[in-house]
């Protein structure tokens, strides 16, 4: 078992909803940003939204914003993508993150998390 482990994903249609959540250790719930990131073949992974620890501020893409929340699940160390009116350009490979916390806010530059989920696909179409 890793420190980080993902579930959920899959295809939808346009319009339609996928929750992706990803299990935490315990000292990465407490502690850490915690962050998705999407990759799409020849394209470089990109941030899509963090959390901070406690779940007092959130980030997103501006590509997401008002479709997709990041959450926390405290009953089982888990912070959950939840991502409505789904897009084709939504479609990737989706990964988990988590990194030291170093500002107030949690960024989504991919440098700062420095450990990794497995990838889960989401396919949406049109």
């Known amino acids: 078992q890793g420190n980080l482990v993902v579930s959920g994903g899959g295809s939808v249609q346009a319009g339609g909803s996928l929750t992706l959540s990803c299990a935490a250790s315990?000292?990465?719930?407490?502690?850490?940003?915690m962050a998705w990131f999407r990759q799409t073949p020849g394209k470089e992974r990109e941030g899509v939204a963090a959390?901070?620890?406690?779940?007092?501020?959130?980030n997103y893409d501006d590509s997401v914003k008002g479709r997709f929340a990041i959450t926390l699940n405290n009953a089982n160390n888990t912070f959950d993508l939840h991502m409505n009116n789904l897009k084709p350009e939504d479609s990737g490979t989706y990964y988990c993150?988590?990194?030291?916390?170093?500002?107030?806010?949690?960024?989504?530059?991919?440098?700062?998390?420095?450990?990794w989920g497995q990838g889960t696909q989401v396919t949406v179409s049109s």
């Open positions: 993150a988590a990194g030291a916390r170093i500002a107030a806010e949690c960024s989504l530059r991919r440098n700062e998390y420095l450990t």
């Open positions: 959390i901070t620890p406690g779940g007092a501020f959130t």
């Open positions: 315990p000292r990465i719930y407490a502690t850490n940003c």
